[in-house]
């Protein structure tokens, strides 16, 4: 496991949004041009850390979600039995392995690509739409242990260029153009990234308890993920 303290020495960064919609939202508008300027190290890091109390995002903790997300991912599914791996929730529903190449595709075609758009082209260039389907093809003939490989190697990947970038504070206000949602910060698709693992998790969790459904017989009533709807597919 990667020690996130190491990859990124000094991530406490996080944003505040110079827009009328984050006043609206109680955010404090201050934009990070006059708010670091002039202001020593000790100074700097105390501003930083009262944003990430105003705002509640943290590239540290975030990162620190990313990083262990492979790992979860594979000691919850790595070696089960196909119930817990194949099975779904009934027609038009993903089953783990489902998950894991969908999870697969994001990686490859979703969160970094959509952060260079925002660092190069910022809302001049709309986001390409994200095809959430796209693992029914291309997952087909691999196994699981393969889509758990793939994906750690992936998100790895992934998080060294992250690192590389060596993002600003300025960096994370940043804006690009998602598709159905419109302008979004540099700092919500990092977040987002984080929260789909996730949301994700959670659905794997819902999907394999599916299949104990009526095994558990009348302890159904006390199972919370037995009667929990929606979540992703």
Not at 61 to 74: Q, V
Request: proline share 5%; with cysteine; aromatic share 8%.
């Amino acid at each position: 496991m990667h020690d996130y303290r190491k990859v990124f020495p000094r991530p406490r960064v996080s944003v505040i949004r110079d827009n009328t919609a984050s006043q609206s939202a109680g955010c404090i508008v201050e934009p990070w041009s006059l708010a670091l300027s002039g202001l020593s190290p000790k100074g700097r890091d105390m501003h930083l850390l009262m944003m990430e109390i105003s705002t509640g995002f943290s590239v540290a903790e975030a990162l620190a979600l990313l990083i262990r997300t492979p790992a979860t991912l594979s000691a919850l599914l790595r070696g089960l039995p196909d119930i817990w791996v194949h099975r779904n929730e009934g027609r038009d529903t993903w089953s783990a392995f489902d998950i894991m190449g969908h999870l697969i595709v994001g990686e490859r075609t979703d969160w970094i690509p959509r952060l260079r758009i925002i660092l190069e082209k910022g809302e001049a260039r709309q986001f390409d739409p994200f095809d959430r389907l796209a693992q029914f093809e291309e997952s087909q003939g691999k196994s699981l242990d393969q889509l758990l490989d793939d994906f750690a190697r992936l998100r790895k990947e992934n998080l060294v260029t992250l690192e590389t970038l060596n993002l600003q504070p300025k960096d994370w206000t940043r804006r690009g153009k998602h598709p159905s949602l419109g302008v979004v910060t540099l700092s919500e698709l990092v977040a987002t990234w984080a929260v789909h693992d996730l949301t994700h998790i959670h659905q794997l969790s819902r999907v394999m308890a599916h299949q104990y459904r009526n095994a558990v017989g009348p302890w159904s009533a006390y199972l919370g993920v037995l009667q929990c709807a929606g979540h992703s597919a």
